[in-house]
């Protein structure tokens, strides 16, 4: 069903109650998602975006309801990644002839997913536009790298309206739509969890990006992004809150990571803990054992971190598999601007501390020389020495 947006503008998307992961099961979904696309009816019908495909025949048959699909003159695809595209095959089989508007590298990512070279592209780029009557009009704006080298955005004149895809989006089932409507606290924590797990990689091309879409000097009103909600209240708030995120953001907050065999490493971590407490009141200290809690909360936590401290015994002469296979996934988020400790136990070799700090400087954390690294069961005595690498931590942050 069709839901006004503003003027000539409605949402056709999905809201996608049920939806537990995502890109595979790299991404945990905890309070539902959407996909949203979006129909814009001038003297030019014009859909822009699809949703994921297996949503394809209700997506359809909805669009059908509303409209004759022969009426649909243009459409836009902002994106190729299959939750936005997912349709497209299915809605194309309807209206073969109809143009598709989109990146040179969606192009690209379009057919070589769908197989489908003779559909009718038009490729554009920054600054290109559509004329869709009553005065209005349709500008590009090229998001490379935002998240994939095909992403774009698209600016509705008059209406002044940002279709943004998937930046500024969150995964939230919002039946309401709105952001003025949202349970604020599921909006923003979801907002965050997005842009750590998805855009961090990419925060030097947010920083270019924001600066030119500033430049452009266009007035917009609302932000129709692809995920959640539409910004319609204060809708620059999430414009500016990624200027803050894109800046080697960090709260005044550690984090201990770590995994343990027989409980060795556990004690450390938590005695690191109640050091911080004591040496840095202020200190907001989260402890999360890597492998009960969701790997993306965890990046949530690291990216609000200044500094983390990641643990593990040595098993192999190496590290646990929990924890390596997390320190590949923190590597690829390319968090800047953090520092890092190491601690562990060993009972024969002890390499675990060496493979962590060298995988942590791999994955751009300053790594402080103290470390922890007990022998056996940590005693009291030893956990008495903690303090030193706690104090070496909090000072590497400051
Ligand atoms: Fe929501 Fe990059 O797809």
Redesign the pocket.
Known sequence: MKKLVKNNVYWVGKIDWELTEFHGSEYSINNGSS?NAYLIQEEKTVLIDTVWGPHKDEFVENLKNEIDLNEIDYIVIN?G?P??SGSLPALMKEIPNTPIYCSANAKKSLTGQYHHPEWNFNTVKTGDSLDIGNGKKLVFVEMKML??PD?MATYLTGDNILFS??AF?QHYALNELFNDKADESILWEEAMKYYAN?LNPFSSFVTKKLEEIQNMNIQIDIIAT??GTIWRENSMQIVKKYAEWANEYKENQITIIYDSMWGATQKIAHKIAMDLRDLSPDTRVKVLNVADVDKNDIMTEVFKSKAIAVGSPTVGRTIITSVAGWLHFLEELKFKGKVAGVFGSYGWSGEGNKVLRKKLEGAGFKVIDAEIKAMWMPDREFLESTVDFSKALLNAAK
């Open positions: 996909q994106h990644e939750d936005h998240h994939w992403s895809n998937d989006g998805i692809s995920h």
